[in-house]
């Protein structure tokens, strides 16, 4: 099982990241799952007369790490997700190897809610996604 | 290819929707791939002892078919997807069919960006997530 | 590896067969695959009131056991698929299981070419789809 | 939801096509839903001596850009499909580019049955499959 991580244990300031290097592979199985089929996904031909030059892949397969992030290390079991915000901020590309980071910035006490900062970078440490997030910690009396 | 709706063709007040009926095997291939693999997504065991009562799917998947609508419908190819909030106010069941709708609310002719409010209701009408995106229509002079 | 059947081997009359039970994890797996997200395949609601009244199997996702049956039964190893024509006699449900046949009708000796009759059934014995197929066996003189 | 065009809209000559940037990952996905395992599809170092010098796709898998077409674009909903034949004639390797197209060559008002062209080139305009299909525009009266 994930861990589960209490509210009373979570200061502001903790963080938890994930990495993972986004293939093709992962690309393809989204935009199948998603119906995401955009030239700009899964047509290199297209693709490399435009903007990016290459294939990039989804901006919410990218994002998804966050729920990762929430759903199974911080806080993990029993956590409600509320809300999340992305801004987009520059393409990932095949074999792009990001790290999603979530940093408790704000608590509740009374609804037990956790307002987090969350980013994404690549290996070169550019910012694909920032943006927030809010999560409750659910926890029987 | 997709459809290319052009910016000078999208008009305030223009929706575009997809619905999928979302299963076992769509949760399944997405906790693989973004690796939340929260009990409440694989578990149901321990989800039925949990506040759904039964497995759910992740509020990410159901988000993603926003990406479909901006990638495949409204504006289509040629489309950058800069920014997405979600709320998510409603558990989604295996075999739930969601449809997923975006609603032109602004447009800024200069930056050629287009402001949508996002909504994804159930079979029964219920809202389970809702939240605003912004995209820019990307068109060569 | 699969089988090679030599085509001196192979006898008018010779048959092989495939079954498998079609799941909506295979449904949604194969829509992902070939984009084809039309309603009757992904939308319960929807096709609960088409007129199948309830979600089918991509009638290419069935007919792709033909391809197993030629790539790794008879002839297996070193065959050139030369054409395939299907004619789709009924739904397949989610949960039935296809049986896929293939009969060997006529030989080309100065080609190495192999006419099969192919048939489909479900687990009543309806015909599901039918037609014929042209495969070549490659053998190095 | 795929767009629905009528029966009385479609024309003598409409066309409509899909591409798609066949992968690595599509034909692994592919093997594992038909079970067609033929080492030319999945064994590099069997291919790497065979005709084709390299793995290929499936036949099957690139001819299903044409279910695409026709669930999704046209007719779209409400399609029925009633038979296609397919003529392999070129291999496909990993990552080619493959665009699919129907072309209306037929239709039978009674029936309301469209008879198709039916070609997929590659990114050189090769053409890997041609053949026929036939689809019926189902329309409550």
Do not use: W
């Not at 969350?118 to 910012?127: H, I, P, S």
């Amino acid at each position: 099982m994930p861990v589960e991580v209490m509210y009373d244990d979570i200061k502001i300031g903790d963080t938890s990241s994930i990495s993972k290097t986004i293939t093709e592979s992962d690309v393809y199985t989204f935009a199948g799952l998603c119906g995401d089929n955009n030239p700009v996904h899964v047509n290199e031909e297209f693709a490399k007369n435009s903007l990016f030059k290459t294939r990039i892949a989804h901006g919410f397969l990218c994002g998804s790490l966050l729920s990762a992030i929430f759903g199974t290390q911080l806080p993990g079991i029993n956590t409600i997700y509320l809300s999340q915000e992305m801004n987009f901020k520059a393409p990932v590309k095949f074999g792009d190897t990001i790290t999603a980071t979530a940093e408790v910035l704000e608590k509740d006490d009374k609804k037990k809610n956790i307002r987090f900062k969350t980013t994404l970078t690549n290996q070169d440490g550019t910012v694909v996604i920032d943006g927030f997030a809010l999560v409750k910690k659910y926890e029987k009396k």
